[in-house]
């Protein structure tokens, strides 16, 4: 596994040393890690990581898991020195009570599909833009358990209530259009 997460980083990060713009397809966030580290090497600004998903992400490891798998990608991208920011939209609650500690201690921005449906559009994405103020580079992830299951059925996830895809469309076009001209990854 860990031979194919090296293959990845080492073709994304040649297409960007050339300049392109890259879409990263995976079949699950355990890709997350190769793709932002060959963007954290290819690049000397500060990285911001905007993660559409219904789950944090955060195990650091476990004996089923190891490291590097779909749930700790994020974990991992923040160990990188040049990650700066992480804005978690539709995040639907901690898989572990220690996670709290961890959204504390990373400075997490954590936005839940309630807190978008109260709050409204046009106000969360000014709010992930300002939070990601001063960042020269920006990865966007999506998973697709973000979305209700009532637009993904079968996708994993178990947690009810999550954002719909119409909701998640216009956040995710509206923070590339700010960001149009800018470099940014998104898988």
């Given amino acids: 596994m860990l031979r194919t997460f090296d293959n990845a980083y080492n073709v994304i990060k040649g297409y ?5 713009t890259l879409i990263v397809l995976g079949g699950d966030h355990s ?31 476990n004996p089923y898991q190891g490291r590097y798998s779909h749930s700790n990608g994020i974990r991992r991208v923040l160990e990188l020195e040049r ?13 572990y009570p220690f996670h709290y500690s961890d959204v504390r201690r990373y400075d997490i921005m954590q936005i839940t599909p309630n807190v978008i449906r109260v709050r409204g ?13 001063g960042i020269g580079s920006i990865y966007i992830t999506i998973d ?16 009810a209530r999550r ?10 076009k509206r923070i590339r259009t700010m960001f149009k001209g800018n470099r940014y990854r998104r898988d």
């Fill in 83 to 95: 990650v700066k920011r992480l804005v978690q939209i539709g995040v639907k609650g901690y898989d």
């Fill in 163 to 172: 954002t719909s895809a119409m909701g998640t469309a216009s956040i995710y």
């Fill in 16 to 20: 960007l040393l050339k300049g392109y």
């Fill in 144 to 159: 697709i358990d973000v979305l209700d299951p009532s637009f993904a059925p079968g996708s994993g996830g178990r947690q």
């Fill in 121 to 133: 559009l046009r106000e969360i994405v000014d709010s992930v833009l300002r939070n990601l103020d």
């Fill in 31 to 61: 890709i997350t890690y190769s793709s932002v580290k060959a963007l954290h090497d290819s690049v000397e600004d500060y990285i911001g990581i905007i993660q559409f998903d219904a789950h944090l992400d955060l195990v650091d490891e």
